[in-house]
């Protein structure tokens, strides 16, 4: 599986979008974006997942450029509840062994 | 989401012991996952399990084995507890492109 790249930590302020960045540009064809997230010591949440278009679900949108090289996951409106570690994993459709990084601790301010 | 429960949620142990962590779901999920989580870092796959008759190895099987009894039941055993397989375990069931995790299991070994 490609092999992401993520901000060790970020702040974003209650009600403003949180613009969460992830490189992965040794991404194949055949791999998606996914994104999931883990508040405190729980167990991680999924959040959305894509291939080449933006996609978007209740929780969140997701921009993946035009050469997949890199994504955004977005929170349109912050709150402190979203304050979680979030994690980019890149990896094919059908493979199980889904590889989680350090991730980007966000952190929502009031 | 699925219903994954583990048990226990905490557990302290000697070096040497053997030590069994259980997990259960309710959705009927074929696919089973085992992951441990050590401080500041990310999720790594112990084993994972497709159905009741196929088991396969993660990136850190060495150490654990695994035991589905059922399509709902899927355990985690250390042998031979050794202090550096003190972590936060944790259970997931997959579905299509999505795993749900259980709420974790704490693991000291002393």
């Known amino acids: 599986d490609a092999k992401t790249t993520q901000p060790p930590s970020m702040d974003c302020a209650e009600g403003r979008a949180a613009n969460l960045p992830c490189n992965h540009s040794t991404i194949s064809g055949n791999e998606y974006v996914y994104w999931y997230r883990q508040i405190h010591s729980q167990g991680p949440q999924y959040i959305i997942h894509?291939?080449?278009n933006n996609e978007t679900n209740e929780m969140a949108s997701l921009i993946i450029t035009e050469d997949r090289k890199s994504s955004t996951l977005i929170l349109p409106h912050a709150t402190l509840r979203d304050t979680a570690v979030y994690y980019c994993?890149?990896?094919?459709?059908?493979?199980?062994?889904?590889?989680f990084g350090a991730g980007t601790r966000l952190t929502v301010k009031p | 989401d699925a219903d994954v429960t583990q048990t226990p949620r905490n557990r302290i142990t000697k070096t040497g012991k053997r030590i069994m962590l259980e997990c259960s779901q309710t959705?009927?999920?074929?696919?089973m996952y085992w992951y441990r989580q050590d401080p500041g870092l990310g999720l790594r796959l112990i084993y994972y399990s497709f159905d009741v008759k196929d088991i396969n190895k993660g990136e850190i099987s060495d150490g654990y084995s695994v035991s589905r009894q059922a399509q709902a039941k899927f355990s985690l055993s250390l042998e031979s507890a050794i202090p550096n397989q003190t972590a936060l375990y944790f259970c997931a069931t997959g579905f299509r492109e999505t795993q749900y995790f259980g709420p974790g299991t704490r693991l000291l070994v002393l």
């Open positions: 994993i890149v990896r094919a459709y059908n493979n199980n062994d889904m590889r």
């Open positions: 894509g291939l080449k």
């Open positions: 959705k009927g999920h074929d696919r």
